[in-house]
């Protein structure tokens, strides 16, 4: 049994020896040493110069404002999904995993087109209120940088809290109900210290997500805003500084290290929650007396239609225009394959190569998650809790780093892979499987151990009691996991921009270079095909029963 | 078939499962072990199926050490609690699932034999889904036997199932298992289940086995308190022996004197009292005798269940059927009982 699981573990061991740990300790020796020597000095040198000290306070200042911003967006939602019914409830909840699996980048791109100065809310509002400016005055600041995380991340806010609320048993409302607790005395005491863990874990979530943010706030933040993510690029693309570079990689990984653990303690408390038999009680939303409650539920479901179809409908309508009119001569474009400047490459040429990426990545991915999200549920042996952390470390460790020790781990001897499309399916696979994991491991949960120990029994190896019994029962959560793996790096920008280079390009990267040279038209044309991707896994998803138990995808 | 399990330890964390337990199975021989929750006794049986390993100790099947063996090559029917069918094969499939590469057996044969066994023909194409739950078990059971096992272990099977079906499962169970001489290992905390199905009934309480004997002997000669009170004995009292009259031990409780019959304890010796419902009789009869009241009447059918308030303190009688001439709550009766109708248990 033992011996299996070494065999097992070797396949996610070899893997991230390589293109983790390896790349990973390069890194740890330029960051601590100088001259051959191993010293602090370059650590020192980061946390004694008041530049880099804003940079990362401002780092955690953007990531606490976007977290509260997620929560004030997200839980009315939340509140929302759980107590009211309404004509398309259940499209709108499974609508909450399409943020999680659109890239970042056309979330930029959308609220460019739509918040921006001459963006289409702002010409919608001075045409109809006939202002001489623009009223609303968002990007290139904190509060836009701010707005589009909310954008990314109160959807996962409003998913994970009301997949426990909903989960809570009314027996226990009841109950105090009985005792003669009041509405409020009932919320606070008895609801929401039983929603507590949700609402820590996901906060604590959403701000290990923005505090790794890269293409929202380069593509938002202009050039006075910066965090640790953008800062490392800069170092380490432009100004060829590996060694500070080197130095920053580890204190962001440090301070992510340290919200992850406390993440993960949350996580952990968060699986207590006692499910009912039965539902909690919900009433219609748009039958009966209007009180206020619903009244202002009615406000925020409108304000919340306009802040997330905004900036996709923009990107639609974008992708259709050229030269003031409409046209598909953006998408014709995409098929072209002569060079473009803004892409270093052809249009035709990046989008096979995004393609070709996420299917090496996901059969990379795929073997390498499975095995680790197995041993995580189902090996008992001694040590295994470290074994895990081990093995699912890269979550801690942003994209841009990731993509940095990839470029410096494989671009010396023997591999000299360096910028090669490898070595960002590589890079891609080191950060999607933990995903694969993430979305196999309930999964694996939910299987009932005594069928194995049933086929055991009557005969089966445990290998083959994997393919006959298990295999069979997870297949469609593999297909959930290769799915959200395609999507995942098929909208992968920050680790592909630091291993790119010139004359490869993805869709994403693509994105981002049309959009800095106010190329909106051809941008969305981009930015289509990658919303396309998202809308297609999302589908997928949806009907591989990314539904099943309402909390079934978790983070 | 024989099976001797020897010494087997085991513990979780430094919880003690199963603490130095032995006992030995007979060829054809049905051993239920008995226990509350968390006793400890579904472990015993996944350490002899090698879903566990033991800490130290050894199991012999046959004289052949099991422990090095596999689970998938020890050639034990296993049944579980919530069945464990596998949801994505049809009922026929699940049945064949242990014979599908065994040469010597025709597959589509054993399977049809097996449903004739459990009364399911027709079932075939069903899935679990598609069952109900006395259905599920009955498939659950025919999958274990279809391997021939000369040993099936099962575990709880009959728990999640409601009162009436588990009866009439329990004596089909019963008849397979006397059908095709099997031998068998029934895990139950329901000391009826264990006392209606087995030869033998061992007792676990916190990892041990407290008793083990036929379903008689350990309904009339508990060996502990806790084997008498996990049998259902409610009547239990403390006392002390003060000495012998007529063959008979003198046992004083509270204040009343009780004869019981000779066990050769000491004067001196603080003991353990216990009298059956049954051995209760409300005329009077019997060596010892003692004046009580009425507090309750529960009619259970086929019996009657009479709460009476005595010097001993609260007894329990039961009388078959109803009696009309019962005095009503509140009213006197003379109890009785004879002196070898009390079962009695030295403190250590």
């Given at each position: 049994m033992r011996k299996g699981w070494f065999v097992l573990l070797a396949i996610p061991a070899g893997f991230l020896a390589l293109v983790f740990y390896y790349p990973l300790g390069l890194i740890l020796r330029t960051g601590l040493s100088e001259g051959g020597r191993l010293t602090l000095a370059p650590l020192q040198e980061i946390l004694a110069d008041s530049y880099y000290l804003h940079l990362i306070v401002f780092t955690i200042e953007q990531a606490a404002l976007s977290t509260l911003a997620s929560l004030a967006i997200g839980l009315p939602g939340a509140y929302l999904l759980t107590r009211y019914t309404f004509p398309g409830k259940e499209t709108i909840r499974s609508l909450t995993v399409v943020p999680f699996v659109l890239p970042a980048i056309t979330v930029a791109l959308g609220f460019i087109l739509f918040?921006?100065?001459?963006g289409h809310l702002n010409r919608f509002l001075m045409s109809i209120f006939h202002l001489?400016?623009?009223?609303v005055r968002l990007l290139y600041s904190l509060r836009g940088i701010v707005l589009a995380h909310a954008f990314y991340n109160a959807p996962i806010v409003t998913r994970m809290v009301n997949a426990v609320w909903e989960g809570l048993d009314p027996a226990i409302d009841e109950a105090s109900i009985s005792l003669g607790a009041g509405r409020l005395r009932r919320f606070l005491g008895i609801t929401l210290p039983r929603l507590a863990p949700a609402l820590l874990s996901s906060a604590a979530l959403v701000f290990i997500f923005t505090f790794l943010s890269f293409p929202i706030v380069l593509s938002l933040g202009g050039a006075r805003y910066a965090t640790i993510e953008v800062e490392i690029y800069t170092l380490t693309r432009t100004l060829l500084d590996y060694r500070l570079g080197s130095a920053l990689i580890l204190v962001e990984t440090f301070l992510s290290l340290g919200f992850t653990y406390l993440y993960l303690r949350t996580e952990g408390r968060f699986a207590s929650t006692t499910r009912g038999d039965r539902e909690i009680p919900t009433q219609p939303l748009l039958r009966g007396p209007l009180t206020i409650g619903k009244w202002l539920l009615l406000v925020y479901s409108f304000l919340a239609a306009i802040f997330f179809l905004g900036p996709i409908v923009s990107i639609l309508a974008d992708s259709l225009r050229a030269g003031g009119g409409w046209t598909f001569s953006n998408y014709c474009e995409l098929l072209s394959l002569s060079y473009s400047p803004f892409l270093g490459s052809s249009p035709l040429h990046t989008v096979l190569n995004s393609f070709l990426i996420a299917g090496i990545s996901t059969l990379i991915a795929l073997p390498v998650g499975t095995a680790v999200a197995w041993f995580a549920v189902r090996s008992r042996l001694p040590g295994r809790r470290i074994i895990e952390s081990i093995l699912m470390a890269p979550l801690a460790v942003s994209s841009v780093a990731i993509g940095f020790a990839v470029l410096r781990g494989l671009s010396g001897s023997p591999l000299h892979l360096g910028g090669t499309l490898l070595a960002i399916a590589l890079a891609h696979g080191i950060l999607t499987y933990p995903f694969v994991v993430r979305s196999l491991r309930p999964v694996l949960e939910g299987l009932d151990v005594g069928l194995i120990e049933a086929a055991r029994s009557l005969g089966a190896s445990r290998v083959r009691a994997f393919f006959e019994v298990e295999f069979p029962l997870i297949r469609r959560g593999l297909l959930v996991a290769a799915v959200f793996a395609i999507a995942l790096s098929m909208g992968e920008m920050s680790a592909t921009i630091m291993l790119m280079r010139p004359g490869l390009s993805t869709i994403p990267v693509a994105v981002y270079g049309l959009l800095s040279a106010r190329q909106f038209g051809a941008a969305s044309a981009m930015a289509v095909v990658l919303i396309a991707v998202t809308a297609f896994s999302f589908l997928a998803i949806d009907l591989l029963g990314g539904r099943e138990g309402k909390g079934g995808l978790r983070w | 078939m024989k099976l001797s399990v020897v010494e087997i330890e085991k513990t979780f964390g430094t919880i003690s499962a199963v603490d130095k337990v032995s006992f030995e199975l007979e060829r054809r021989e049905f051993l239920s072990l008995l226990g509350p929750s968390g006793c400890g006794k579904t472990t015993i049986l996944r350490l002899i199926a090698g879903f566990e390993r033991p800490d130290a100790g050894q199991i012999l099947l046959d004289g052949r050490k099991l422990l090095p063996v596999p689970p998938e090559k020890r050639q034990i029917g296993f049944v579980f609690q919530n069945y464990a069918l596998f949801p994505h094969m049809t009922v026929a499939r699940n049945i064949a699932y242990g014979v599908r590469f065994d040469r010597r057996i025709d597959t589509q044969r054993r399977v049809e034999e097996l449903l004739d066994l459990v009364d399911?023909?027709?079932?075939?194409?069903?899935?679990?889904?598609?069952?109900?739950s006395g259905q599920s078990q009955r498939v659950a059971l025919a999958r274990a036997l279809a391997p021939k096992p000369e040993l099936l272990l099962l575990d709880e099977p009959l728990s999640a199932l409601d009162a009436k079906l588990r009866e009439s499962l329990r004596s089909e169970i019963r008849r397979i298992q006397q059908e095709i001489r099997l031998s068998a290992i029934y895990v139950t905390h329901d000391q009826e289940e264990a006392l209606a199905l087995s030869d033998r009934i061992g007792v676990i309480n916190e990892g041990r086995i407290e008793q083990i004997g036929t379903p008689k002997a350990i309904y009339h000669?508990?060996?502990?308190t806790f084997v008498a009170s996990f049998i259902g004995h409610t009547n239990r009292l403390e006392g002390t022996v003060i000495g012998y009259v007529d063959e008979c031990m003198q046992v004083k409780v509270g204040r009343e004197l009780l004869l019981v019959a000779d066990s050769g304890a000491a004067s001196g010796t603080r003991v353990t009292l216990f009298i059956k419902e049954?051995?209760?009789?409300l005329d009077g009869s019997g060596k010892n005798t003692l004046i009580a009241q009425v507090k309750r009447i529960e009619y259970r059918g086929d019996a009657t269940v009479i709460a009476l308030v005595s010097p001993l303190g609260s007894l329990r009688a039961r009388i078959a059927g109803t009696k009309e001439d019962l005095p009503g709550i509140g009213g006197r009766v003379t109890v009785g009982f004879e002196e070898k109708d009390v079962i009695l248990i030295a403190d250590s």
């Open positions: 918040f921006g100065n001459s001489a400016r623009p009223p | 399911l023909r027709g079932f075939e194409r069903r899935r679990p889904a598609e069952l109900s000669h508990p060996e502990t049954e051995d209760l009789h």
